[in-house]
């Protein structure tokens, strides 16, 4: 069965403080990583997928890499507009379905 | 282009009473997934509907079923409700025609059983 561990579930930090947050994960045959930011009340917003270790992609202040077991998402310089649940999935080989973490809460306080 | 939409956005039941949650994907886009989000178990993958047909379906007893139509249009149904159906219904849409792609998700139909 698919697994994805997010740590840590909750993280504050200052305006400009960057971090990372982690994604630990066990997939059968992985098609792809996925990273969403979900803000209160509203569905996931798609930022980034992966397909292979060793892949990056950035956007804005956000970089996602990946190896064979983890995924991190680095925050450069956060805003406080960058607080959000941040969560990550792995997509297998079952048409539509990806199995999501628990998610990172990011607070970042001005 | 317009996002995925879904109706209604929130609703209250009462146990014992079924509800039809409908979505419209982004157009032009074929495969609809559902997911259910609460605090305890997260996101968690209902079904997927793909020329309207299920192609897979999560580990959710019958009373949650679903359809999609020729438009790509797809319905969700939950029948004797439960207090734990209580939870965010997302419907999410993808261009992928097959293995798995991004999935683009509506803001969702927020349902409280009482």
């Known amino acids: 069965e698919d697994q994805v561990t997010q740590s840590p579930e909750a993280l504050r930090l200052q305006e400009g403080e960057s971090s990372s947050l982690n994604c630990s994960y066990t997939?059968?045959?992985?098609?792809?990583l996925f990273w969403y930011r979900q803000d209160p009340g509203k569905g996931p917003e798609f930022l980034f997928t992966?397909?292979?270790a060793g892949e990056e992609k950035e956007k804005e202040r956000l970089k996602a890499t990946l190896t064979k077991k983890e995924s991190f998402l680095h925050i450069t310089a956060p805003k406080p507009e960058d607080s959000a649940t941040y969560l990550c999935?792995?997509?297998?080989?079952?048409?539509?379905?990806?199995?999501f973490g628990q998610g990172t809460i990011l607070t970042v306080h001005p | 282009k317009a996002g995925v939409t879904q109706t209604p956005r929130y609703l209250i039941k009462t146990r014992g009473q079924q509800v039809t949650l409908s979505c419209s994907p982004i157009s032009g886009h074929r495969s609809v997934s559902w997911y259910q989000q609460t605090p305890g178990q997260g996101l968690q993958f209902l079904f997927e509907?793909?020329?309207?047909?299920?192609?897979n379906k999560g580990n959710f007893p019958g009373r949650f079923s679903g359809r999609q139509f020729s438009n790509s249009r797809s319905e969700m149904n939950v029948s004797t409700l439960e207090l734990g159906d209580s939870a965010l219904y997302l419907c999410a849409s993808s261009e992928r025609t097959s293995g798995i792609g991004e999935l683009f998700f509506g803001e969702g139909s927020r349902l409280t059983v009482l």
């Open positions: 509907y793909f020329s309207e047909t299920q192609r």
């Open positions: 999935a792995v997509g297998g080989t079952s048409y539509g379905k990806l199995t």
């Open positions: 992966l397909y292979s």
């Open positions: 997939v059968s045959g992985l098609r792809g």
